[in-house]
């Protein structure tokens, strides 16, 4: 069933009073094209001298990853011709795929998986690896053996457990030579500067890298494989992040040893703290390449932190201790890299979209190198974060960020609160930041408010907050997200019988859950959400084959602990309308998941609606379908919670809505 066809209306005149409208139905400057038309989203970085290289995810080239190249004179150009694309599907979330050294770029193929080269006088890529089933990651460059060292995961013979190795790939030839293996994971392999050493990280089912990591080097032996190995840090319940040797042949590290991530370094067989901080240094590991910090010529470290769940920039001196942070308008920083005297990064504000800028050491100023999309936001319709800290169960407190609907031509009714869209991110180890996002003022210029809630379990507080999902999915994470809810209506900034949730992946099981277990909530969208834990637990890739033993108990031993928690098993319940919207190839949760909950909802007469995308894995990434899932959205909000948007929208098929 459909709802009623939508009128647009006409356009405010500008100089007029805002107009008293319902929530919902405001006409937004930000339509669903907007998040796509021109946009991409940043991911890889590589600096080679004093030239930066990035990769970007175009939605509107299909979800291409274009590798793109700025000079140090500001020149910009693509370097990755079409049809090539940039990405990995090692651990299946991929990340780093490109590595530019000496000239040429590297890169792992998306369509075959093989590493392919490009050097600055060749005209189109030229393979390295053959052909097979490889996946490659997180390349470094080991100069003086003429080769390259990466993470390798074999799907020759098991595409359940894919053994994972360290391996250099020669670059004359691309044979393969595998240098480490027995770990289940590996990470990081980073060469020191005189090429005497290699490090790296490991780790092993049922441990996630947030979790438990160990760090070890070795040195080369004279034909280039390693010599005995040794651990140079991670106990139990330690997570290492990024190792990194300075120019000096110090190696470095960010442990959580002190509950937070903070920085450290080998010093004549000792580990010494750097500076210890209650804040992060580090972040969840969910794709390789993540930096955040490098190295400057003169001895000091440049670090983002995070605190609050806003991202900082500093220098430090790692001998004395000696810090200062920048001064920049930026709330949220990722992928540092230093070239000689100035600092490459992703960065976003609250009121401004996020970009790759250059932040000169020097004078401390930044100037923007490219944006995320030619959107530009009026400060007018501009919904800031406000962090909030609210109680939870337990007798604790957890932390979110609320947005206000903002919307410069449009006021809601006298006396009347707002819809309050609750946003879950994935995960679950992840977080939301405090930054602006078109996906979230596209929701507040049309009059919702929004909740973006780091729930326990999300990283960014330290390592206890983050621990307090263990054993305990489905359960904190639930009480957290209803807890803002109830929160924010309580205070009046929500309408309490307006309260919507939303999320994708993990988030997407923290809605269904939520759906089921509660009646808080008026309806929700799960994005490529998870209905039934055991199922994960049978059918997903290796990397999160193991995570659900520390979320939710071991398996099958606790199989009565994975019902009593997925949403499939308590329909009964479950009287709450829900939009499923989910990617056909998705191998992280495959479609299945949504139709379970498909066909039970319309079993039992609830609203219930199903919009399946072609050729889209774990997250949309095709401009067409991302438009597609926006608007199904609203359209399906607009019918349960009975409000007539402003957008012209093709309407979605709605199982079980009253007439």
Known sequence: MFCAAFSAGAPRDASAAPTVAPYGSWRSPISPQMLVQGAVRFGDMSVDGNTLYWVEARPEEQGRYVIVRRTRDGSIRDVLPSPYSARTLCNEYGGGALLASGGTVYFSNYADQRVWRIGPHDAAPQPLTPEGKLRFADFVHDASRHRLIAVCEDHTTSDDEPPNRIVAIDLSSGNITTLVEGADFYSNPRVSPDGSQLAWLAWNHPNMPWDDTELFAAPFDDDGTLGSARKVAGDLEESIFQPAWSTDGTLHFVSDRSDWWNLYAERDGEIVALLGMEAEFGAPQWVFGITTYDFVPDGRIVARYSQGGTWRLMWLDPKSGKHETFDLPYSHISGVHVAEDRVFAAAGAPAALDALVEVDLATGTSITI?????????????????????????????????????????????????????????????????????????????????????????????????????????????????????????????????????????????????????????????????????????????????????????????????????????????????????????????PNQAELILDSLKARGVPVAYVPFEGEQHGFRKAENIIRAYEAELYFYSCILGFTPADEIEPVEIFNLPR
């Open 370 to 590: 490219r944006r995320s999309s030619p959107f530009e936001p009026d400060p007018e319709n501009t919904s800031p974060p406000e962090a909030i800290e609210f109680p939870t169960d337990g007798g604790t407190t957890a932390h979110a960020f609320y947005y206000p609907p903002v919307n410069r031509d449009y006021r809601g009714p006298a006396g009347e609160a707002p819809p309050l869209v609750v946003m879950v991110h994935g995960g679950p180890t992840s977080a939301s930041p405090a930054m602006f996002r078109l996906t979230t003022q596209f929701w507040t210029t049309r009059g919702f408010a929004v909740c973006d809630v780091n729930y326990g379990g999300s990283t960014g507080y330290g390592r206890a907050y983050r621990n307090r999902l263990r054993d305990a999915w489905g359960v904190v994470d639930v009480a957290d997200a209803t807890n803002a809810a109830r929160h924010l209506a309580s205070q009046g900034k929500a309408d309490a019988n307006m309260l919507v949730i939303r999320g994708g992946s993990a988030g997407g099981y923290t809605t269904l859950a939520c759906l089921a277990f509660n009646d808080v909530f008026r309806c929700g969208a799960s994005l490529f959400g998870i209905s039934d834990l055991a199922l994960m637990v049978r059918d997903t890739h290796k990397f999160e084959s193991r995570y659900l033993d520390r979320l939710i108990g071991l398996y099958p031993q606790d199989e009565a602990r994975y019902r009593a928690r997925s949403p499939i098993y308590h329909l009964d319940g479950f009287d709450r309308p829900v939009i499923l919207l989910q990617g056909l190839e998705d191998k992280i949760v495959p």
